[in-house]
């Protein structure tokens, strides 16, 4: 039965991938790196799709899953060791990013255990050499659409099967003993995290096979609905609460693409977002307009617990200058002793992670690193493109997913994509998201828009 399953989801999810892969000229094989890099970290690790060579400690972990990532990161290195990249200019053009992640290295040193905590450094950086090979592609913008649209079309219809027909591989047990759909992943959460970076790319996707007018099939047409209505059965199924929220989001703006009326003002879209969080913050102070929202939702005010945890782990004495030393503090017998046991190995929230990682410094440069994405995507936005809106809509997810999930360097999809949208590699920006293979598209009267 199990089998016959896997044979019956193979053939279609095999012939879609193929079909994406001949409708994309101009991408590499290179980019089944970055894909198989992404398929990973948004499922579960390689020895749980193995079944084998999980590692017995919790500090080292499991050596074949090292071996994965670090053969990754040296099969990502030689792409771009023959594409000549050229650092220096990669370097000034990130530096927000670069001095995040500097200091984080610089906070093994005082980490419980400094070379675990440095191996653990390496495999999130390995995060930016994949996004590297993305963007030094011919054309990097149909490179990302092309790793998450074949993650979706992979990973999607897999978790669906496993929640429906094989509940063993698809459901557990969660630790407060309710039955929890985790479809291809290890946990409902990232199960909903995993179904929103892939169904924002592929709406991304799908709006620009639109606005070119590309000749679509039947069965192109009616596969990209069948995944949106696959996904939002998992993320009902899942209860993923705060995924759904940001799925919302994020395809709201995305979706901007596509009006004309919309499309001719995302120039202002920083500002907009702006004046509603303002405008938020002013009405949520007097009519508690974010209990109604979290209501909503089906929550409470705590976010299902998540503000004991919160109060715990800011009250339970690390150091507030620098913190316990990049994802060292969960492991430091010191304070897991005195962590209550309905604390699980996160903080669910990425700004106290980082906290408890660098402390006052962490955040800090946390802050200047986000602020900084910021005006760089408000000032792509005056552009005018669509990749643009893109980016200032994973940015609006990337800022609402941290408040209840933790997702800064710490090798989640949405960790991942907040680096594709930080990112840049030129001397001018616009020339590392606009390169001549692909249409161009400016701010002008609205009948020489076109779409990138």
Not at 350 to 376: F, Q
Not at 380 to 389: D, I, P, R, W
Request: glycine share 8%; with cysteine.
């Amino acid at each position: 039965m199990i089998h016959l399953l896997h044979l019956l989801y193979a053939i279609p999810v095999a012939y879609l991938i193929a079909r994406d892969t001949r409708l994309r000229p101009g991408v590499s094989k290179a980019v089944w790196i970055p894909t198989i890099w992404v398929g990973i970290i948004s499922s579960k690790a390689m020895t749980s799709w193995l079944g084998f060579g999980a590692g017995a400690g919790t500090l080292e972990g499991s050596p074949l899953d090292a071996l994965f990532y670090l053969a990754m990161i040296v099969c990502a290195l030689i792409v771009l060791s023959r594409r000549n990249v050229q650092w220096a200019k990669f370097i000034s053009g990130n530096k927000p990013v670069l001095i995040f992640y500097g200091f984080l290295l610089i906070s093994v040193l005082w980490a419980n255990s400094p070379f675990v905590s440095f191996k653990r450094w390496f495999k999130e950086c390995g995060n930016i050499f994949i996004v590297l090979v993305l963007l030094t592609e011919a054309r990097p913008l149909e490179a990302i659409r092309a790793v998450f649209v074949r993650c979706a079309y992979f990973l999607i219809p897999l978790s669906v099967i496993y929640v429906r027909y094989l509940p063993d591989m698809g459901r557990r047990y969660s630790r407060s003993g309710g039955l929890e759909v985790i479809g291809v992943t290890n946990q409902k959460n990232t199960l909903g995290v995993m179904v929103l970076v892939c169904m924002l790319i592929l709406l991304w996707d799908w709006l620009e096979r639109m606005e070119l007018k590309k000749k679509m099939g039947k069965f192109d047409r009616y596969s990209i609905p069948t995944m949106f209505l696959l996904s939002f059965y998992l993320l009902y199924q899942s209860s993923s609460k705060t995924s759904l929220l940001c799925l919302v989001l994020g395809g709201a703006i995305i979706s901007c693409i596509h009006f004309t009326a919309l499309r001719a003002r995302v120039n202002r879209f920083g500002v907009y977002g702006l004046v509603a969080a303002v405008l938020f913050f002013a009405v949520d102070s007097s009519v508690g307009l974010s209990e109604m929202v979290v209501k909503s939702l089906g929550r409470d005010m705590t976010f299902t617990g998540r503000t004991e945890v919160w109060n715990v782990l800011l009250n339970i004495g690390t150091n507030p200058i620098i913190g316990t030393g990049f994802l060292s503090f969960w492991d430091d017998q010191n304070y897991s002793s005195r962590l209550p046991y309905w604390v699980g190995a996160s903080a669910h929230n990425g700004y106290i992670d980082v906290y408890l990682a660098g402390g006052t410094i962490g955040v800090v440069l946390l802050s200047l690193m986000l602020l900084l994405t910021g005006l760089r995507i408000n000032k792509a936005l005056q552009e005018g493109s669509n990749f643009a809106v893109v980016r200032f809509a994973v940015f609006v997810v990337v800022l609402v997913a941290n408040l209840s999930e933790s997702n800064f360097a710490l090798m989640t999809p949405i960790g991942f994509l907040f680096l594709l949208t930080a990112l840049i590699y030129s001397p001018r920006e616009n020339r590392a998201y606009f390169p001549a293979t692909e249409i161009r598209r400016r701010v002008r009267p609205q009948s020489q828009f076109r779409a990138i």
